[in-house]
T-cell receptor
């Protein structure tokens, strides 16, 4: 079953703009991870943020986590055409051993 | 370091047949997880193996099974295929078991059931 719901489902922006994707979840978590998937391929891990962290950066990526609102956001700054992909949040739920993936956001970056 | 490999990449089967998919994890990784990805249901966890033992299982029928060998390679088997089993099957490896780790995904096996 899906835990994370991502918003928006699809996003189209111009190269150089920032892209923000949101993820909401329902249960208590130990960590939240973001993955990228290029069309029909495997997923690539982007960043992991633990439940006691509020913000994390990795290159052009910034992830925030608000456990009181059960939500996370992924910001990609200065987007590039190569950022075109689907982005998934995945939660490590307390009491479960497996990750639960959200429905994903399809990002299209126009050159 | 070589990434996660999956074979075959594409597979076409008919209803009622069975299929075996293979996954070779990154060298040194002992955990292998399997996921099914469909447009309707998204990414769903099938099971995880660690040191040849199934550590966790998702909500799939018994037609879906797996195993892991001493070299950490894993196979997934689906018996009595149904049309709804058409999907991209992804495996992921990690050094440790559990959900608190970065997972490294393979390119997937696209299964089409006719």
């Amino acid at each position: 079953s899906q835990q994370g719901e991502e918003d928006p489902q699809a996003l189209s922006i111009q190269e150089g703009e920032n892209a923000t994707m949101n993820c909401s979840y329902k249960t208590s978590i130990n960590n939240l991870q973001w993955y990228r998937q290029n069309s029909g391929r495997g997923l690539v891990h982007l960043i992991l943020i633990r439940s006691n962290e509020r913000e994390k950066h990795s290159g052009r990526l910034r992830v925030t986590l608000d456990t009181s609102k059960k939500s996370s956001s992924l910001l990609i700054t200065a987007s590039r055409a190569a950022d075109t992909a689907s982005y998934f949040c995945a939660t490590g739920d307390t009491g479960r051993r497996a990750l639960t993936f959200g429905s994903g956001t399809r990002l299209q970056v126009q050159p | 370091k070589a990434g996660v490999t999956q074979t075959p990449r594409y597979l076409i089967k008919t209803r009622g047949q069975q299929v075996t998919l293979s996954c070779s994890p990154i060298s040194g990784h002992r955990s292998v997880s399997w996921y099914q990805q469909t447009p309707g249901q998204g990414l769903q966890f099938l099971f995880e193996y660690f040191s040849e033992t199934q550590r966790n299982k998702g909500n799939f029928p018994g037609r879906f099974s797996g195993r892991q060998f001493s070299n950490s390679r894993s196979e997934m088997n689906v018996s009595t295929l149904e049309l709804g089993d058409s999907a991209l099957y992804l495996c992921a490896s990690s050094f440790k078991t559990g959900q608190d780790n970065e997972q490294f995904f393979g390119p997937g096996t696209r299964l089409t059931v006719l």
